[in-house]
């Protein structure tokens, strides 16, 4: 083999310079870790809206029940005993 110029350097048509097969690996890992990551940043940002929101709903439902009873105090249930 010779020494001269490689059909990469002479930039031949249709011929790449390929990168490692390990490079190539790591950099297809990271990605997959970058994208998953993303995907559960998002998905912790959808779990904390659908939580805050069915805290909401909760808040709402007993402020109705509080307005509706009429008191914010405890309710004390009075159980009667009759003898016969």
Same mark, same amino acid.
Request: proline share 5%.
């Given at each position: 083999?010779?020494?001269?110029?490689t059909p990469q350097s002479v930039g031949t048509p249709g011929v790449k310079s390929y990168t490692p097969t390990r490079i190539q690996m790591e950099v297809l $890992?990271?990605? =997959? $870790?970058?994208?998953?990551? $993303?995907s559960l940043r998002q998905r912790i940002v959808e779990l904390e809206e659908k939580l805050l929101g069915e805290r &909401? $709903? %909760? #808040?709402?439902?007993?402020? #109705?029940n509080i307005s509706q =009873?009429? /008191? =914010? /105090?405890? %309710? %004390?249930?009075? =159980? %009667?005993?009759? &003898? &016969?």
């Amino acid at each position: 083999m010779g020494l001269g110029p490689t059909p990469q350097s002479v930039g031949t048509p249709g011929v790449k310079s390929y990168t490692p097969t390990r490079i190539q690996m790591e950099v297809l $890992a990271r990605r =997959n $870790a970058e994208d998953e990551q $993303a995907s559960l940043r998002q998905r912790i940002v959808e779990l904390e809206e659908k939580l805050l929101g069915e805290r &909401l $709903a %909760h #808040e709402r439902s007993n402020m #109705e029940n509080i307005s509706q =009873n009429g /008191s =914010n /105090s405890r %309710h %004390h249930v009075v =159980n %009667h005993s009759y &003898l &016969l």
